[in-house]
Antibody, heavy 121, light 107 residues
Framework: EVQLLESGGGFVQPGGSLRLSCAAS????????MTWVRQAPGKGLEWVSS????????YYADSVKGRFTFSRDNSKNTLYLQMNSLRAEDTAVYYC??????????????WGQGTLVTVSS | DIQMTQSPSSLSASVGDRVTITCRAS??????LNWYQQKPGKAPNLLIY???SLQSGVPSRFSGGGFGIDFTLTITSLQPEDFATYYC?????????FGQGTRLEIK
C-alpha cells in the first residue's frame, strides 16, 4: 500500500523558515517524480513544486521560486521542502503527492494527508 | 501561464442525476488534463488522467473527455458520496495550474 506521510508543519513568523518532510513507502520511490501542492484555508489547490525521479531537476511556481527548495533522498525514500523567507500568503496545508509513472509533474495519483503551515506574527 | 477555467463554480443536483463540469484551458494542452475530487478535510483524489483515462479504483460512472482547450467531466447517476469539490489540472507545462474548483452540492 502506498503511503506518504508529511511532517514538519507548524507556526512560524514572517521571514522565518521551515523544512517539510514526506516519508514514502509501498512503492519504488526512486522511479517516480513527486510533487507538492498546497491549499490555503478555504481556497483551491495550488501547485508548488515538482521533482524528477532522480532528483536532478526541480520545477517551481513563481510564487515560491528562490525561496523554496525541493529535494529528495532516494536512499531514505524521503522528500524535503525547505521553505525560507516565509510570508503570510504561504499559510496553507501542504500535500506531497506521487506523480503517475512516466509523467513529470502530473497527474498526482497518491497523496499524503497534508501538513499545515501557518505564517503569522 | 496557462489559465484553467471551470464552469460552473457550483452546482446543485440530486442523487441519480447526470452532471457535467467543463474546464477550458487558455492555450492548447493536448490531453494533459486531469480531474480530482476533494472532500472537506481530505486530500484530493485523482479521478481521470490524460483527459479520458479512468484512474484505477474509480467508479465507471465518472468519465472525462476533450482535447486541446475544452474538457469535460461527467458523472452519471450521482451517488451520495459524489458530493464534493472537483478540480481540473493541466500538467502540460509548468507552472502546473488548477481550475478554481466546482462545488457539487445536494439539491
Amino acid at each position: 500500500e502506498v503511503q506518504l506521510l508529511e511532517s514538519g508543519g507548524g507556526f512560524v513568523q514572517p521571514g522565518g523558515s521551515l523544512r517539510l518532510s514526506c516519508a514514502a513507502s509501498g512503492f519504488t520511490f526512486s522511479s517516480y517524480a513527486m510533487t507538492w501542492v498546497r491549499q490555503a484555508p478555504g481556497k483551491g489547490l495550488e501547485w508548488v513544486s515538482s521533482i524528477s525521479a532522480t532528483g536532478d531537476t526541480a520545477y517551481y511556481a513563481d510564487s515560491v521560486k528562490g525561496r523554496f527548495t525541493f529535494s529528495r533522498d532516494n536512499s531514505k525514500n524521503t522528500l524535503y521542502l525547505q521553505m525560507n523567507s516565509l510570508r503570510a500568503e504561504d499559510t496553507a496545508v501542504y500535500y506531497c503527492a506521487k506523480v503517475r509513472l512516466l509523467y513529470t509533474y502530473g497527474p498526482a495519483m497518491h497523496w499524503g494527508q497534508g501538513t499545515l503551515v501557518t505564517v503569522s506574527s | 501561464d496557462i489559465q484553467m477555467t471551470q464552469s460552473p463554480s457550483s452546482l446543485s443536483a440530486s442523487v441519480g442525476d447526470r452532471v457535467t463540469i467543463t474546464c477550458r484551458a487558455s492555450h492548447s494542452i493536448g490531453n494533459y488534463l486531469n480531474w480530482y475530487q476533494q472532500k472537506p478535510g481530505k486530500a484530493p483524489n485523482l479521478l481521470i488522467y490524460a483527459a479520458s483515462s479512468l484512474q484505477s479504483g474509480v467508479p465507471s460512472r465518472f468519465s472525462g473527455g476533450g482535447f486541446g482547450i475544452d474538457f469535460t467531466l461527467t458523472i452519471t447517476s450521482l451517488q451520495p458520496e459524489d458530493f464534493a469539490t472537483y478540480y481540473c489540472q493541466q500538467s502540460y507545462t509548468t507552472p502546473v495550474t488548477f481550475g478554481q474548483g466546482t462545488r457539487l452540492e445536494i439539491k
